[in-house]
Every structure is written in structure tokens, then in C-alpha cells.
């Protein structure tokens, strides 16, 4: 199957400061990525919708400030949590859409301290 | 998007096969039937998907009902490694995939 890739794997931040989560389609070109958030013990949710070239669709109370995504190629988009809180910690997933199936990437475990 | 019922968990002896099912009774005649598995703090891993017909691939198979209001999953050799909680998902081909609780299977030796 595909191959998406997530990076950092995992990243502890202060409260207050910004982070940046990089996901890249490795073997195929993906118009569109989504960008899932997990919290122990409960299902993925999905947080917003990321189109190349244009901007995301967040889902409904996902704060798109707080939530910035980009997707400037067929490859990457990045989430970015601005001034993240201890709420905000969580298991951040990705995923790429390759034809008919959605590949999902390893996941970034984020800890605001 | 159709909305799915599985059961919370289910186990299953090592080596034997494991059924999972899963009902879909509102699924629209475009929309697709997608298993994934999540093997914990990892993502999600695709299984197979299907239409209206039975699918095989080398990890497992899909069995929809004619109907299509249900669906099973088959594991036919279950191994330690197959413990993950497996979600049944209902969606349009190309759509956002929206994930259930899933069921939680426990492989046990």
C-alpha cells in the first residue's frame, strides 16, 4: 500500500508556544490529505480536510485559527497547533488519499507541559 | 454518511479465524465499505474495502451481505499481532472517512 510518513513522531512543547506537524504522501501525489485527532482511549476524530492549493475544511468546532493548515504540494501538508495548551495534547494523525483509499500516516504524539 | 454498529470487542483464539461483523443498514448504493485496523499508538492501517461483492486480499476478507445492510470481516489464521481495534467504515469512494468506536479484538494464545 502507500506510504504516508508523519514527522515529528512525537514533540512536548511549553504552553503557549506553536507547533508544527508535517505530513508527506511518500510514493504518490495527493490532492487531498485529512488531519484526525485522538484522545486516549476514544476513536479518531476528524478535524479538518486539507485541499492542494486551496484552503482546508474544518469540521465543526475545530477552531481554524488555532489550527492552521497548509498544503502547498501534492506531497505535504502541515498542521500547525498555535499557542498550544495541555488540552491540546494529544495523538495527532494524518492521512493521504490514493485513488479509492486513504493511507494513514504513524501519528505524532503531542504533550503541552 | 452512513452510520455502522460493531460490537465494543470481541476475542478469538490464536489461529482460528476471527469474524468480525459489522452493520451498515443505511448505506447508500455509492457508498463503499472500508475496514481499517489500529494496532495501539499507531495509525490506522488499511485492511480492504468493497462494493457488493466479496473481497480477498492477502491480509483478509470481506463478506457483504446482498443486501449490503451488513458486512464481515474474516482474519482466517489470527495471530498475536492481529490484536488492534478494527473500525467498519461506510463512505463514498474519495469521501472523509469517519470513524465509530470500532471493535476491540483481543487475540488470545
Known amino acids: 500500500g502507500a506510504v504516508v510518513s508523519q514527522h515529528p513522531s512525537w514533540v512536548i512543547c511549553k504552553s503557549g508556544t506553536s507547533v508544527k506537524i508535517e505530513c508527506r504522501s511518500l510514493?504518490?501525489?495527493?490532492?487531498?490529505m485529512f488531519w484526525y485527532r485522538q484522545f486516549p482511549k476514544q476513536s479518531l476524530m476528524l478535524m479538518a480536510t486539507?485541499?492542494?492549493?486551496?484552503?482546508?475544511?474544518?469540521e465543526q468546532g475545530v477552531e481554524k485559527d488555532k489550527f492552521l493548515i497548509n498544503h502547498a504540494s501534492l506531497t505535504l501538508s502541515t498542521l500547525t497547533v498555535t499557542s498550544a495548551h495541555p488540552e491540546d495534547s494529544s495523538f495527532y494523525i494524518c492521512?493521504?488519499?490514493?485513488?479509492?483509499?486513504?493511507?494513514f500516516g504513524p501519528g505524532t504524539r503531542l504533550l503541552v507541559l | 454518511d452512513a452510520k455502522t454498529t460493531q460490537p465494543p470487542s470481541m476475542d478469538c483464539a490464536e489461529g482460528r479465524a476471527a469474524n468480525l461483523p459489522c452493520n451498515h443498514s443505511?448505506?447508500?448504493?455509492?457508498?463503499?465499505v472500508y475496514w481499517y485496523r489500529q494496532i495501539h499508538s499507531q495509525g490506522p492501517q488499511y485492511i480492504i474495502h468493497?462494493?457488493?461483492n466479496n473481497e480477498t486480499n492477502e491480509m483478509a476478507s470481506l463478506i457483504i451481505t446482498e443486501d449490503r445492510k451488513s458486512s464481515t470481516l474474516i482474519l482466517p489464521h489470527a495471530t498475536l499481532r492481529d490484536t488492534a481495534v478494527y473500525y467498519c467504515?461506510?463512505?463514498?469512494?474519495?469521501?472523509?472517512?469517519?470513524f465509530g468506536q470500532g471493535t476491540e479484538l483481543s487475540v488470545k494464545p
Open positions: 492521512s493521504a488519499r490514493a485513488e479509492e483509499t486513504q493511507y
Open positions: 510514493d504518490f501525489q495527493a490532492t487531498t
Open positions: 486539507s485541499n492542494e492549493g486551496s484552503k482546508a475544511t474544518y
Open positions: 443505511t448505506i447508500s448504493g455509492n457508498e463503499y
Open positions: 468493497g462494493l457488493k
Open positions: 467504515i461506510v463512505d463514498k469512494q474519495g469521501g472523509k472517512l469517519i
